[in-house]
């Protein structure tokens, strides 16, 4: 029905910038909220940042002030533009996204395949 794709993960030195970004596809009726999520090895899978369909954004206290969540709705895409990054933010990064759909308008999660971020110098 949805499917999501990540792109822009890679390698970056401590303190750089990279930015990766989801985009959905596929009956997508109406938007409720996009998140990313990581897991580093031997870790949780934990909430980075979310942004709803009204613009509200929440972020991980380790994250406050270095990463930005936005969205394009017409386009169905979350970006998580990262900055000041740091070795611990090495994971896989995942976006989530909630959506209803055109067979069914109750919320749904959807999830993208990941996408590598390795900080290192």
């Known amino acids: 029905q949805v499917q999501l794709a990540e792109s822009g993960g890679g390698l970056v030195q401590p303190g750089g910038s990279l930015k990766i970004t989801c985009a959905a596809s596929?009956?997508?009726?109406?938007?409720?909220?996009m998140a990313w999520y990581r897991q580093a090895p031997g870790k949780e899978r934990e909430l980075v940042a979310l942004i709803t369909n009204t613009g509200s954004t929440k972020y991980a206290d380790s994250v406050k002030g270095r990463f930005i969540i936005f969205s394009d709705n017409a386009k169905n895409t979350a970006t998580l533009q990262m900055n000041k990054l740091r070795p611990n933010d090495t994971a896989v990064y995942y976006c989530?996204?909630?959506?209803?759909?055109?067979?069914?308008?109750?919320?749904?999660?959807?999830w993208g395949q990941g996408t590598q971020v390795t900080v290192s110098s």
């Open positions: 989530k996204h909630v959506y209803g759909t055109d067979y069914d308008i109750t919320p749904q999660d959807f």
């Open positions: 596929g009956s997508i009726a109406i938007i409720y909220s």
